[in-house]
């Protein structure tokens, strides 16, 4: 009985995080330019910066072609960009009046929270696909092998996921569009940058290596890295990297649960 009890208890639960999820995706279905829009920074950053910074011998840290090096570390930029700034949904939401509904509604507030996230994926997935084609085009040696084009979904899910949730906690505490819009831009670039995403971790001074040792993103970055690429391979085992990327987001998910409620006072 309380095995049953227990089963019915998850399947409402999921029932309720995929409705709020299905509800954020009704929004993007009105607005698709707005995932067309996303490919112009990756494509920037693979034809332009990679191009460039490619010329300089051992930025790739022994591991092959820069671009190759790069095209992970790019897609998991992107994922961060689009899903920090998130958040400011939150807040037309509460201006609209909408947040006061899903607060009155029977939904638990960690179902509401991990809906958001899990609609980030959407805006995710859509960046995936435009770099998988973006590096084909360039001649990167991308592994085509359905195993590893689903355990990268994963991963890029995971990290949408998980920037969206905090972006959402940025949102609860700073409740207004022009400080969140600073914050955002602010955080985006420290996250990048102490990452193994356009360098590796090795080329970077010791206190900026154990900087990006805590960073979920050099863990996204990884994982991908070994999935994208033919031949890949992971520093810390996907094992690891799926450990502490689930690990941040329920920590994160349990924070934004506990202020999302407080959006609107």
């Not at 022009?178 to 914050?183: A, Y």
Request: charged share 10%; net charge positive; aromatic share 10%.
């Amino acid at each position: 009985m309380a095995s049953r009890t227990l089963s019915v208890a998850c399947g409402d639960f999921l029932v309720q995080v995929f409705a709020i999820a299905d509800a954020e995706f009704r929004k993007l279905r009105h607005d698709p330019i707005e995932l067309a829009t996303r490919a112009v920074q990756p494509m920037l950053w693979l034809l332009l910066f990679g191009q460039v910074m490619a010329q300089i011998r051992g930025l790739s840290g022994g591991n092959g072609d820069y671009l190759d090096f790069l095209a992970a570390g790019i897609l998991a930029q992107s994922v961060l960009f689009t899903a920090i700034f998130y958040g400011i949904s939150a807040i037309w939401e509460r201006d609209l009046g909408i947040l006061h509904r899903y607060l009155v509604s029977p939904a638990a507030r960690p179902a509401l929270v991990l809906g958001k996230a899990l609609s980030a994926t959407v805006r995710g997935f859509s960046q995936a696909v435009i770099i998988y084609v973006l590096a084909l085009l360039l001649g990167i040696g991308i592994s085509l092998s359905p195993l590893h084009i689903a355990g990268a979904i994963l991963f890029v899910a995971l990290g949408a996921m998980l920037f969206s949730t905090l972006s959402l906690i940025m949102a609860c505490l700073v409740k207004t569009r022009e400080r969140f819009m600073g914050i955002g831009q602010v955080m985006t670039m420290p996250i990048f940058f102490a990452s193994n995403a356009i360098y590796p971790i090795s080329l970077m001074p010791h206190w900026l290596q154990v900087i990006a040792s805590l960073n979920p993103l050099t863990y996204e970055v990884d994982a991908l890295r070994a999935l994208m690429l033919t031949g890949g391979t992971s520093i810390y085992g996907l094992g690891l990297d799926a450990e502490v990327l689930v690990a941040a987001l329920t920590v994160l998910v349990v924070i934004a649960a506990r202020l999302y409620p407080r959006m609107v006072i």
